[in-house]
């Protein structure tokens, strides 16, 4: 069974930084793409960021650009979202995917298993 844990979510101040990691337990995704999205309530699920298979590519959606960097540790089984330079509209539940291609989708349509979100709060 395929299992996708995030953590690293909490409060922190506007201009400040965190680091979420999604571990990944039940098989091996090196060779698939993976996302982290971000849904705000009553708002579809947007990707924040994609790596592709291996790390040979990357996705930033314009917001993220800059400020976040998204990064895989294959050995590990686990994808990480540093967040930098974070704002108070950075506010909401993040959430990481995989998906059984190795290419990168920026639709969530594209992800075949989620994990069960991580809260982001930024305070002003």
């Known amino acids: 069974q395929v299992q996708l844990v995030e953590s690293g979510g909490g409060l922190v101040q506007a201009g400040g930084s965190l680091r979420l990691s999604c571990e990944i337990s039940?098989?091996?995704?090196?060779?698939?793409?993976m996302g982290w999205f971000r849904q705000a309530p009553n708002k579809e699920r947007n990707l924040v960021a994609g790596?592709?298979?291996?790390?040979?590519?990357?996705y930033y959606a314009d917001f993220a650009k800059g400020r976040f960097t998204i990064s895989r540790d294959d050995a590990k089984n686990t994808v990480y979202l540093q967040m930098n330079s974070l704002k108070p509209e950075d506010t909401t539940v993040y959430y990481c995917a995989a998906s059984t291609s190795g290419t990168i989708y920026e639709r969530e349509d594209g992800y075949n298993y989620w994990g069960q979100g991580t809260q982001v709060t930024v305070s002003s």
């Open positions: 790596i592709g298979r291996w790390g040979e590519d990357t």
């Open positions: 039940g098989r091996t995704f090196s060779g698939n793409a």
